[in-house]
């Protein structure tokens, strides 16, 4: 469910046939959670003032989703189109990992229906995908400050500006990132009974003033790229590029999908020269919201 997309979604017959198809919310819907007046996203990628008033729970509390086998639903493995955009839903539990930026929902859908077509809890431990299996398990890690929750994926979306995942409020307040809105996340499919993958590696932070943080460490020269995502699936990384293609019009360097590994990243490059890619970088963010990772 995006919540940004409802006017397009709802337009699209395709989607409306679908039990996947997101919902617009109904004003007074949610007694228990009132909803603010919608409003256009910002570039953080969430409603602002989204979030309770006064959290009914304590959130530290809250377990993360325990892993079960449950029977995948059909209805929300059809492709679909949101936008101009094609989306392909795994058939299968298989080994899946992602990196980009993640958002958050909250209050504004508390109580809608899901694409599975539960009730949408802001408060418990889960999230929406666009082409995760429904139902299914995911660790999500948050890049900047390495802590990890399992949630369950029950929804569908995000469908704007190259996130990946939309999570509860209770798993984002969990992962530090309620305040800002969005972060750079790993998303990795948990197969029930399997053991969870291995907990990732992460690279040292950016010293701060400097403005495009910094994914690998420095090996004294170039050439230097501005990473923006990276994907499981070649359909998904073509699309974003073509997105960023249309919203970077400025740019002059190649916007590049590179398979490495069992990824497909996608690059912005090359620069010969660091402060270059640095310049670029944070002009890159200011447009997108977010920050290019500067790799070598």
């Given amino acids: 469910m995006r919540r940004e997309m409802w006017g397009w979604v709802l337009l699209t017959l395709f989607l409306a046939a679908c039990s996947s198809t ?3 919310p109904s004003p007074g819907s949610s007694a228990s959670v009132p909803a603010p007046a919608q409003g256009p996203r910002t570039g953080g990628g969430y409603y602002q003032n989204d979030g309770p008033a006064t959290p009914p729970v304590d959130l530290a509390s809250i377990p993360d989703a325990q892993p079960r086998a449950e029977p995948l639903r059909p209805a929300n493995a059809r492709p679909y ?17 992602q990196e980009g930026v993640g958002s958050w929902y909250g209050r504004q859908f508390h109580g809608q229906p ?8 802001m408060f418990a431990m889960s999230a929406a995908h666009p082409t995760l299996p429904l139902p299914s398990y995911a660790r999500v890690t948050n890049l900047t400050n390495g802590r990890s929750v399992v949630v369950r994926v029950n929804d569908r979306g995000p469908f ?5 995942i939309d999570l509860s409020y209770a798993a ?14 790993r998303v990795e499919l948990v197969v029930p009974g399997q053991d969870l993958p291995a907990q990732p590696v992460l690279a040292r932070p950016a010293p701060a003033p400097v403005p495009v943080p910094v994914a690998s460490p420095a090996s004294g020269g170039g050439p230097y790229y501005l990473q923006l995502g ?3 699936s070649r359909v ?5 590029r073509a ?40 002009r890159i963010g200011e447009t997108l919201g977010t920050q290019p990772f500067l790799v070598q």
């Fill in 114 to 121: 899901t694409a599975t077509g539960e009730s949408y809890d």
């Fill in 243 to 282: 997105e960023l293609l249309a919203r970077l019009d400025w740019l002059s360097h190649e916007i590049s999908s590179q398979q490495i590994g069992d990824m497909y990243r996608l690059r912005i490059g090359p620069f010969a020269v660091e402060a270059e890619a640095r310049s670029i970088g944070s």
């Fill in 81 to 97: 189109v949101v936008a101009g955009r094609r989306y392909e839903p795994m058939q299968r539990l298989q080994p899946f990992s």
């Fill in 22 to 24: 997101p919902r617009q």
């Fill in 230 to 232: 990276a994907f499981a």
């Fill in 172 to 185: 984002a307040w969990k992962l530090g990132y309620v305040d800002q809105g969005s972060t750079r996340l």
């Fill in 236 to 240: 998904n990384a073509d699309a974003y």
């Fill in 160 to 164: 704007l500006h190259g996130r990946i």
